[in-house]
């Protein structure tokens, strides 16, 4: 399958492991340029060597905490220095934390608004420039069904999420002038498995 993204930069939040490395690695054989960043700079290396091992393609690695706003800017200014262009994003840096109501804290409200929802605003408020220069571009923020329909004791993470499903639709009007596209990927559950080895999945919302 050819989608025509040979010579396409692209950068995954969360990419060392799981869905963010599954969407880097076909990113990789589809011929785009691929950048992934996380927290864990030894996961990161890992998954790097197996999706360049597997595509032969340039992988850019960045130890990064998108929950920080510099960390943001730094993961973006990185891909672009190295790669000379920034063609699509993925935000896809997240976990499952869910709880009732009263005992989520504001501690954890906030951890978790801070990676689900201002990471991917951040991460894409410094990648549009770059977008926009080249024409236009490609955002995805990855989502949970659950978001639009949220369980009980499902908080924080349904609320991050349909927080990021409103903030894909808003972006998706501003910026469509601008031939960016922005659309959101609404997964379910996924099994996780014991390894947690690069490309296998996580249990996540």
Known sequence: MDLGLRGKVALVTGGSKGIGF????TLAKEGAQV????RGEEQLQKAATVISGKT????LYIQADVTLPDECQKVVAITVERFGRLDIVVNNAGTSAAGPFEKVTDELWENDLDLKLFAAIRISRAAVPYM???GGGAIVNITTSAAKTPPASSLPTTVSRAAGLALTKAMS????????RVNSVCIGMIRATKSRR????RRRS
Not at 22 to 25: G, H, Q, R, V, Y
Not at 35 to 38: D, E, L, S, T
Not at 56 to 59: F, L, N
Not at 173 to 180: M, S
């Open 35 to 38: 950048a992934i960043c996380a």
């Open 56 to 59: 032969g393609a340039e992988v």
């Open 22 to 25: 599954e969407t880097a690695l």
């Open 198 to 201: 690069p490309g296998s999945a």
């Open 132 to 134: 926009r220069e080249a």
């Open 173 to 180: 009007r501003d910026l469509a002038p601008d031939g960016i």
